[in-house]
C-alpha cells in the first residue's frame, strides 16, 4: 500500500489566511477561463462538426491533459496526463447532463483551490497550501487518483449520472451533441 502518511504543517494559519482570498479569487478565473477554451470553445467548436463524443469530448480533453505536461524527473508525466485528461471528460460529461458550463466551472474551481489552498504532496506545486504530505511516492498516488477518477467517469456516463440533467431542459444530456448556455 501507499502510506501517505500525516500532512505536516506547510505554513502558519495566520499567514495562510492573509493568502487564501486573492488564491481563490485568481484559481476562479483561471478555472473559469479554461473552462470556457476547454469545455466551450473547443467542445462546442467540434460538436456542431461531428456528432461522434470521441471528437468533441475526447479530443479537448486529451489537449487539457496536455497542458498539464512537465517532464517530471520521476516518471509520473503520463499519470499526471491521465489524470487531468480524465477530469476534462468528467467535466465534458456535467457539461454535456447539464447543457450548462456552470457544473464543470463549480468542480473545476473546488478541484483546484483545494489542491492550491487545503493540502499538496511534496514535489507538487508547493507553497500555497496549508498542510504537505511528505516524501510520497508521487507515481502510486497518481495511479490511485486516476483510478478513483475513472470510477467517477464511468458513474457520471451510467444512468446514475442522469441526476444531473438540467430539469429546466430536458432534453439536455440526451442529445448526442452538447449544447451549453453560458448564462444560468
Known amino acids: 500500500g501507499m502510506g501517505l502518511g500525516t500532512p505536516e ?6 499567514t495562510w489566511i492573509l493568502w487564501v482570498g486573492p488564491i481563490l479569487v485568481l484559481v476562479f478565473f483561471q ?15 467540434l ?15 486529451v489537449l487539457f491533459g496536455m497542458l498539464h505536461f512537465g517532464d517530471r524527473p520521476d ?16 467535466f ?20 483546484n483551490a483545494y489542491a492550491l489552498t487545503i493540502v499538496t504532496v511534496d514535489g507538487s506545486l508547493v507553497g500555497t497550501q496549508l498542510w504537505v504530505f ?8 497518481l495511479q490511485m487518483q486516476l483510478g478513483v ?20 431542459r430536458p432534453e439536455a444530456g440526451r442529445n448526442t451533441r452538447p449544447t451549453v448556455e453560458v448564462s444560468s
Open 134 to 141: 511528505q516524501k510520497v511516492d508521487f507515481v502510486s498516488a
Open 9 to 14: 504543517p506547510l505554513m502558519p494559519f495566520s
Open 149 to 168: 477518477l475513472v470510477v467517477i467517469l464511468i458513474a457520471l456516463l451510467s444512468p446514475l449520472g442522469r441526476i444531473y440533467n438540467a430539469p429546466v
Open 31 to 45: 478555472a473559469t477561463a479554461e473552462e470556457l477554451i476547454f469545455r466551450g470553445y473547443l467542445l462546442q467548436q
Open 92 to 111: 465534458c460529461t456535467l457539461v454535456w447532463r447539464s447543457g450548462s458550463l456552470w457544473p464543470a466551472i463549480g468542480l473545476h474551481v473546488v478541484t
Open 75 to 90: 516518471g509520473s508525466d503520463i499519470y499526471y496526463i491521465g489524470v487531468t485528461a480524465v477530469m476534462g471528460l468528467i
Open 47 to 61: 460538436a456542431v462538426r461531428s456528432p461522434y463524443w470521441i471528437v468533441w469530448a475526447v479530443i479537448p480533453s
